[in-house]
């Protein structure tokens, strides 16, 4: 997967209000003045990037049960699919799952152990732990190059993935491609402008931060969206704006604070966020 050609427009809304940002070490990021999208300048490779997420799972013979392989899972991921298959629920209480990014197919048996059909697409090893050690139909690829056949799927969700894209517009594109017409794409990604991170993002560009940037997740994350330039983005791929929100930190383990946290997301905006999206009929 190749850089996009012409990194000066902006990766979210394609508009070209796209100027110097800063340097962290290596990296220049860019930032847009209309939809205030951070990015990395240039995209430094799948292989480059993405180098945490490429060990190879152990491969057992047996194929486990949905219960099973969710037990083994740390409780965060857990969090994080619970919090994702309840917004599913809520937008489509039925209908097949395609999740773009499974990794190792948490979100997937959650809703196989509901009584969905589903099908996952993973570039990294992780995915083979869903293929081969719990019998799901993933895919090793990216979401442009993947083929189900023509299969439509009535959710495509993706979970903390669009912000590793080299191309977040071909990215989502091709997520609703995979839509039934009138189907729903669920994305939930970091929100890069929660308070915390503008304040480290301050303090790293005056110079008095230790560790400047490194709540960017540099290089992983390939863009720094909100809630403005992730709503951009669905727009220019086609598709209607259906909800939207933020979600809790999925490192917060007290169910108080939890709930505390969620219920004042809307004035104090949380570090991660969702968009639900409908590909028209
Ligand atoms: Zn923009």
Redesign the pocket.
Same mark, same amino acid.
């Given at each position: 997967l190749n850089a996009p050609d012409d990194p000066k427009h &902006?990766l979210? &809304?394609g508009?070209e209000n796209v100027h110097f940002y800063a340097r962290a070490n290596d990296i220049v990021l860019l930032r847009?003045r209309? &939809?205030k %999208?951070v990015f990395q300048e240039s995209y430094p490779g799948f292989e480059e990037s993405q180098s945490d997420y490429l060990t190879a799972v152990e491969e057992g013979e047996r194929i486990l049960e949905p219960d099973e392989a969710l037990e083994t899972f740390p409780d965060f991921v857990r969090r994080s699919s619970d919090m994702v298959y309840t917004i599913i629920r809520k937008h489509a209480p039925r209908g097949s799952v395609l999740d773009v990014g499974c990794w190792m197919g948490c979100l997937l048996l959650l809703a196989k152990r509901d009584g969905r059909e589903v099908a996952g697409i993973e570039p990294a090893p992780a995915g083979d732990f869903g293929r081969v050690r719990c019998g799901l139909e993933v895919q090793r690829a990216f979401v442009e190059d993947a083929d189900f056949g023509g299969t439509l799927f009535d959710v495509v969700v993706s979970t903390q993935t669009i912000e590793h894209t080299p191309d977040p517009y071909s990215f989502l594109h091709a997520m609703g491609e995979f839509a039934k017409p009138g189907g729903i794409v669920v994305v939930t990604l970091p929100n890069a402008r929660n308070l915390q991170s503008l304040g480290k993002n301050f303090l790293s560009r005056i110079g008095v931060k230790s560790n400047p940037w490194k709540h960017l997740g540099l290089p992983k994350h390939m863009s720094q969206f909100g809630m403005k330039?992730i709503r %951009?983005l669905g727009q220019r791929c086609g598709l209607e704006p259906v909800a939207s929100g933020y979600l809790p930190s999925v490192f917060i383990r007290s169910r108080a604070l939890l709930a505390l946290r969620t219920a004042l997301a809307s004035w104090i905006p949380t570090s991660n966020l969702y968009v639900v999206l409908r590909r028209p009929s």
């Open positions: &902006c979210a &809304c508009g847009c209309d &939809c %999208l330039s %951009l």
